[in-house]
């Protein structure tokens, strides 16, 4: 049950990640490409952490 449970969060965390990427992106709601292309690099960036705590602290 507990796997399950992590599986849901990190589902989920997934899917909060694209939402923002999408809003960051969306032209007709005042995003723009370079927003995007900076959510991108720093989430990026987090995932390049030496330990898999600090990749869990940046996304």
Avoid: W
């Avoid at 599986?7 to 990640?17: E, G, H, Q, S, V």
């Avoid at 995003?31 to 990026?44: I, P």
């Avoid at 705590?53 to 996304?59: E, R, W």
């Amino acid at each position: 049950m507990h796997v399950q449970a992590n599986k849901k969060t990190r589902n989920r965390a997934y899917d909060i990640l694209v939402q923002i990427g999408h809003a960051c992106g969306d032209e007709e709601r005042g995003g723009k490409t370079e927003t995007l292309l900076q959510f991108f690099n720093l989430v990026a960036g987090g995932l390049a952490g030496e330990t898999p705590h600090m990749i869990s602290a940046a996304v």
